[in-house]
C-alpha cells in the first residue's frame, strides 16, 4: 500500500478521505463480525454445542443474520442494517436532500 502525504491535502480532499474511510471501516467491521460468528459457531459445533446453548438467544433455526447495508460516512459507529425504523442521523441526511444509496455500503 502506497503512503499518502495528508499534511498536503486540503480540507475537501480530508473530508472526502474521511467519509470513504469511515464506510471502509464499516464495512470491514461488519465483515470481521461475520467472519467471527462462524467461526464460534464452527468452534462449538466441534465440541457439540451449538452458539444458542453456550450464549443463549433464539432457540429458531431460520433466524438469518442481517449485515450493516447503510453507515454514516462522518461517524463510522452509525449504521444501519436496513431493517425497522430509519435511525435519526439517516432521516435528517434525506431530509436535506441525500439519497439513501449515498449511504450504502
Not at 500500500?1 to 464495512?27: C, F, Y
Not at 432457540?59 to 449485515?67: A, E, H, M, Q, V
Not at 436496513?82 to 449515498?102: E, I, M
Request: no cysteine.
Amino acid at each position: 500500500m502506497r503512503a499518502m502525504n495528508v499534511d498536503k491535502l486540503n480540507l475537501r480532499e480530508l473530508t472526502a478521505l474521511q467519509q470513504k474511510l469511515s464506510t471502509a471501516i464499516a464495512t470491514a467491521r461488519s465483515r470481521e463480525i461475520t467472519h467471527v460468528r462462524q467461526k464460534v459457531a464452527e468452534f462449538a459445533g466441534e465440541h457439540g454445542f451449538s452458539v444458542t446453548e453456550l450464549f443463549g438467544g433464539r432457540t429458531s433455526k431460520s433466524k438469518r443474520i442481517s449485515t450493516v447495508k447503510y453507515a454514516d460516512p462522518n461517524d463510522a459507529m452509525a449504521t444501519w442494517k436496513g431493517r425497522g425504523r430509519k435511525p435519526n442521523w439517516l432521516v435528517a441526511r434525506l431530509k436535506k436532500g441525500a439519497k439513501l444509496s449515498d449511504f450504502e455500503i
